[in-house]
C-alpha cells in the first residue's frame, strides 16, 4: 500500500515498487511479517508495518503520530534510529511524542503542546527542561546529562516519590 501513489491507477506495482516495500519492512527489522495478514499482527507489529508503508512511499516530507505507540523498547529504538536517518538524507520530518527523551535522541527543534496550545518552541534543551515538563505534566524531573558514544545526551528521570498530582486526567 505505501507503493500506491508511485503506481498508475490501471497499473500493478512494478519489480522497482516490490524492491522499496521489502527495504522498508528489512530496515524495520520486519521482513518476516511481509505475507501475515495485518489484523493477524500484534499492536506493536501493526504500528512497525504502518511506520514502513510510510517509508515505501518515499516521502519528501515524513509526518508521523507516535510512530513508537505500542512498541517495545527495541522496536521504539529502530524505528527512531530510522527515522533519525532519514532526516540526516534531507528528508523533513515531524513527529509527535509524548516521550521527552525521544525528542532529545532525534529532534532538532521541539514544540511543546499543553491545554491545545503551544507553550514553547526552540532546540530541545531549551525547551525540555524540569520547569516546562513540570509545568506541562505536572510532574517533578530532573534533566540529567550523560556522555554516550562521545556525544552529550539528555535525558529525564522523573521523580516518583515526588510526583504531584495530575493537572489533567
Known sequence: MGRTAHVG?????????????????????????ADRPYPEMSGGERQLALVAR?????????VMDEPTASLDFGNQVRVLAHVQSLAQRGIAVVLSTHDP??????????????????TR????????????????????????????????VRVCLPSLQRAMSSPTV
Open 9 to 33: 491507477v490501471f497499473a500493478s506495482p512494478t519489480a522497482r515498487d516490490h524492491q522499496h516495500a521489502e527495504a522498508a519492512l528489512e530496515a524495520l527489522g520486519i521482513a518476516h511479517l
Open 54 to 62: 510510510a517509508l515505501a512511499q518515499e516521502p519528501s516530507i515524513l
Open 101 to 118: 527523551d525521544q525528542a532529545f535522541l532525534c529532534a532538532d527543534l521541539v514544540a511543546l503542546l499543553h491545554e491545545g496550545r503551544l
Open 121 to 152: 518552541l526552540g532546540p530541545p534543551a531549551e525547551v525540555i527542561t524540569s520547569g516546562t515538563l513540570r509545568e506541562t505534566y505536572g510532574v517533578e524531573v530532573e534533566v540529567a546529562t550523560i556522555v554516550r558514544d562521545g556525544r552529550s
